[in-house]
């Protein structure tokens, strides 16, 4: 494998994004404008890892360190090694609250590698790489990719081979903007997912058929039908009794017309739409412990590298 020289620098800027959007289960996700920051330093030798921000003190500063493992697994990919690495994190995106931070930081990971190495990887490799880690690919194709994205897995025939994660972006109208209610918890991905059961009813599996369709066409043509594109019954409703927070605020909301969803595992609540959150409402959520964020759809994970 090539070495990398001493001194080559990859800065990454990583969107977070927000999964599921409703009926998508495991398939539509969406970028949006709050970002983590990563540095990759190639050093004579060793590891060092710092973090600032969201998840400072509580995440490993080591080889377990995910952004670190998902630089590890882009440098293979690419065909080169570094002697050491200098990793620095500024993270911006909660961590366990339904926005993409593991993702986010599996492309980083990669992206930076990926740089290092003179951008050798194409977007489909980093999205495959990223997405080993997660198991599913809406979150990450959305980091990559930017805007909005239907993801999708190829579980092959043999049983031994690695599924294949794809994904494709698919046009956004410029005017839909997103609105997240952050609780002040977290959730574990895998403990919410424990609370779905093993079977639906077709009656069910037919109406989130349709209402991802209607999301597309929400998401491309026509943002009014945003409402009735988020419409779910495959998993928010077997998750409002572990997220009781976010089931109120996401009823609230849609009773009162917004599109909102519960984002990705939770517990953030999500709107997307092409007018804005009512600012007592917004204000409301605030006094209630809630972090607001008012984004726009972020573009595709940046990288610049020097040295």
């Known amino acids: 494998m090539t070495l990398l020289p001493v001194g080559r620098t990859a800065q990454v800027k990583v969107p977070a994004s927000s999964a599921n959007l409703g009926p998508g289960f495991d398939t539509l996700g969406i970028a949006v404008t709050l970002y983590d920051d990563v540095t990759v330093e190639v050093t004579e030798s060793g590891l060092a890892v710092e973090v600032t921000g ?5 995440v490993p500063l080591d080889e377990r360190h995910l952004v670190v493992r998902a630089i590890r697994s882009g440098l293979a990919a690419a065909g080169v090694q570094a002697p050491g690495l200098k990793v620095t994190c500024h993270n911006r995106i909660p961590q366990s609250r339904g926005l993409g931070s593991s993702a986010s930081a599996a492309v980083a990971g990669v992206a930076a590698a ?19 880690f997660e198991g599913h690919p809406d979150n990450a194709a959305a980091s990559v990719l930017g805007g909005a994205v239907v993801g999708w897995t190829e579980i092959p025939v043999d049983g031994e081979t690695q599924p294949q994660y794809r994904a494709y972006r698919v046009p956004i109208d410029e005017r839909i903007r997103s609105t997240a209610l952050v609780p002040n918890f977290k959730a574990s991905t895998q403990a919410v997912r424990q609370v779905l059961p093993d079977t639906v009813k077709h009656v069910d599996a037919r109406f989130n058929v349709s209402r991802c369709a209607v999301m597309l066409v929400a998401l491309s043509q026509n943002p009014e039908l945003l409402w009735e594109g988020t419409r779910d019954r495959l998993h928010q409703p077997y998750r409002a009794d572990v997220l009781p927070v976010t089931a109120e605020w996401v009823n609230r909301l849609r009773n009162l017309g917004y599109p909102a969803f519960l984002s990705g595992a939770g517990p953030t609540a999500m709107v997307l739409s092409i007018e804005p959150v009512a600012p007592e409402l917004l204000e409301e959520a605030r006094s209630r412990g809630l972090t607001v964020h008012e984004l726009d759809i972020a573009g595709p994970v940046a990288v610049t590298v020097t040295g």
């Open 114 to 132: 990926n740089g290092l190495a003179g951008f050798v990887l194409d977007d489909a490799q980093i999205v495959q790489l990223a997405s080993e």
């Open 54 to 58: 969201e998840g400072a003190g509580e």
